[in-house]
């Protein structure tokens, strides 16, 4: 009876240390991932804030403005340049 009783306690002892082993490697496992995906919320975060700053930047109107007049050939309007259309004019 006392040997049988060994057996399955020492049995169960195994099964516990097991289970503990494998819990740990499960912890270790998921606290690697959680600083994973820390690390890429911190990326994107900064990714975030440096398309903020980029869209504040190029919808200024004075960059607007320079892009019209230097690539696209545009000039400002001027009364001289501008044609009145008046209803019933043929």
Known sequence: M???????LA???IACGLTL?????EAR???IELERLQ???????IDWSQLQLDQSTLGKNERIEQI????LN????TPARTQYLTEGAQ
């Open 2 to 8: 006392s040997n049988k009783l060994n057996v399955v």
């Open 11 to 13: 049995s169960g002892l």
């Open 39 to 45: 690390q890429q919320s911190r990326q994107l975060d």
């Open 68 to 71: 019209a007049r230097t690539e």
């Open 74 to 77: 545009m000039a400002p309007l």
């Open 29 to 31: 496992h998921l606290f």
């Open 21 to 25: 082993v494998n819990a740990r490697y």
